[in-house]
């Protein structure tokens, strides 16, 4: 019986751990993308299904596909990424050619959370995380706070909110060390000329306009590492499947 030595004659290991490691770091951040499902204005349960159908789906064609050196998991994978990129072009373009219609969509997206501040602690501190760091209040105006059973000016309702607004919505005093947490109450009840002395009038959604501008260079480089990335996946697909069909091919 004779022996065949052929040289180069297994599937590259580091292709292979390179392929697994990247569909690791790449399952993490779709379920961190889960997160997402926590706002209102989508349908949580749906939402929370596609994206963990999509995690699980991806992360199971490339990391078995990648260890068990299957062509056909790692071709799927490289095809579903493929998809992803072209998606995210659509979306991207889309959102240039319809901005107004986008612009709805994102005032009533948050005015549905807004109604739902006091519902959910995390999407609660999202707002105010998003209202303290923008200077704003609300999607379009402070009004905006009116579409919350608690902070409504309307109805005959008894919450100490009442006609306010969260204290994320007021304006900082250098010289409090302690954050005052009621320093919203009531502030809707006064003469609308005092609310700057008060709380920020500027609407959130103004505000994402007046950032969009000054941070489009940030957003086309998180926008090409995040291409990158998908284009390394695709090599490291396409690489091993050679690699693969190489190996094979030579017995």
Known sequence: MYYYRYDNAEVSCCYKYLMFTYNVTFWGVLLDLAQVTRLRGLDPVWLLLLVGAVTFVLGFAGCVGALRENICLLKFFCGAIGVIFLAELAVAALALLFQSQVREWINGFFLANVKAYRDDIDLQNLIDSLQRTNH???????????????????????????CGV????????????????????????????EWPDHIYVKGCIAALEDWLPANLYTLAVVFVVISLLQMVGIYLARSLISDIQKVRSSY
């Open 136 to 162: 704003c209040c609300g999607a379009q105006r402070p009004e905006d706070w009116d579409v919350n059973v608690y902070f409504s000016c309307n109805g005959t309702h008894r919450s100490r909110e009442k």
């Open 166 to 193: 969260p204290f994320s919505c007021c304006v900082a005093d250098p010289a409090d060390s302690v954050l005052n947490t009621q320093c919203g109450y009531d502030v809707r009840t006064k003469a609308k000329a």
